[in-house]
């Protein structure tokens, strides 16, 4: 599987939360139709607009690779990249959120 674009670095240099989740809906528009196909049934996120949308498909991923059949190579890989960047994605708004409260109370 060849890597896409350069989401990691993207994630790294994002300012707040939307700029997360922007880079989230492009990321997914580079996915080609067989890759998403070949993902476990529900993987795919049907709609991502808010960061909490982000944290919460991340969990979700989380439990679809812990119940896919490692026997099953079909769409492990995708499976995994799609928890990887999900999982980075999260973090960063976490991150960022926790960022941005810190800030505001040393502001007061």
Do not use: C
Not at 61 to 71: E, G, P, S, V
């Amino acid at each position: 599987m060849w890597v896409r674009h350069s989401w990691r670095t993207h994630l790294k240099s994002s300012l707040d939360e939307r700029e997360v989740v922007a880079l989230v809906t492009r990321y997914l528009a580079e996915w080609k139709r067989a890759e998403i196909q070949a993902l476990p049934p529900d993987a795919w996120p049907p709609s991502i607009a808010t960061p909490r949308a982000v944290i919460e498909h991340a969990v979700e991923l989380a439990r679809a690779h812990a119940a896919h059949d490692a026997n099953a190579a079909t769409g492990l890989a995708q499976l995994q990249e799609l928890l990887l960047f999900f999982t980075h994605a999260a973090v960063t708004i976490t991150r960022l959120a926790a960022a941005r409260a810190e800030a505001a109370q040393e502001a007061q």
